[in-house]
């Protein structure tokens, strides 16, 4: 089955350190994107991609990283500039952009310990 | 930037009907509507694309005034499956691909 496949589904970082989230997709999806959600509130966007060798920016993106080396993958890179990184993170794809629906992953709880 | 939705919570019994808005600063080029339940992805429910037009999806339907720049969701006879959290996404004109959400409504039905 296609689909997008998140990995861990709980994630604990110490302090200072860096953490990186996995987000596959076998949908041969050309858009991928990363938000995060904290409790009771919407998804913010962190990154987005919509080719590979290409990102850009989203509303949040200060103290993450990514890469779109593979059209199948974006990880996310919590670095240790993000100093409340506590949230459930989406990945999520779509075939092209505008007026497509977003796939999304089952997400990824980080914690800080 | 972030698109507003009112109300921010709505408590119902089953099959009453319930309105949620959502209302953007910007000119818009779609409006999608997505469902999450806790702990689980959003699902997506519709996309409006900019002419005004009105989806529905099973007894959930929804309508887009582009003039206005609002979308609003139309839940009718809700059913207990109904609760969750709803969002509305926004895409800017301009196709930049980028959705922006607002900060959901939860919708609590009560048998």
């Known amino acids: 089955d296609g689909g997008i496949t998140q990995s861990p589904k709980y994630l604990f970082r110490k302090e200072g350190q860096n953490v990186t989230l996995s987000c596959e997709q076998n949908?041969?999806?050309?858009?991928m994107y990363w938000y995060r959600q904290d409790p009771g509130q919407g998804l913010r966007l962190i990154y987005y991609?919509?080719?590979?060798?290409?990102?850009q920016k989203g509303d949040i993106a200060e103290g993450y990283s990514v890469s779109r080396e593979k059209k199948e993958s974006f990880p996310l890179t919590v670095t240790s500039a993000q100093k409340n990184p506590t949230a459930f993170y989406l990945c999520?794809?779509?075939?092209?952009?505008?007026?497509?629906?977003?796939?999304f992953g089952s997400g990824t709880q980080l914690s800080v310990l | 930037q972030q698109p507003v939705q009112s109300p921010q919570a709505v408590i119902l019994r089953e099959g009453e009907d319930a309105v949620i808005n959502c209302s953007s600063s910007?000119?818009?080029?779609?409006v999608h509507w997505y469902r999450q339940k806790h702990g689980e992805a959003p699902v997506f429910l519709m996309i409006?694309?900019?002419?005004?037009e009105q989806k529905g999806h099973e007894k959930i339907s929804a309508s887009f005034n582009e003039k206005k720049q609002q979308s609003s969701l139309y839940l009718t006879a809700s059913q207990l499956s109904y609760s969750g959290t709803y969002f509305c996404?926004?895409?800017?004109?301009?196709?930049?691909?980028?959705?922006?959400f607002g900060q959901g409504t939860t919708l609590q039905v009560k048998p």
């Open positions: 999520a794809s779509t075939p092209g952009t505008g007026r497509w629906k977003l796939f």
């Open positions: 949908l041969n999806h050309d858009a």
């Open positions: 991609s919509q080719i590979v060798n290409d990102f």
């Open positions: 910007k000119a818009l080029y779609s």
């Open positions: 409006l694309l900019k002419g005004g």
């Open positions: 996404g926004t895409e800017p004109t301009g196709n930049t691909g980028k959705l922006i």
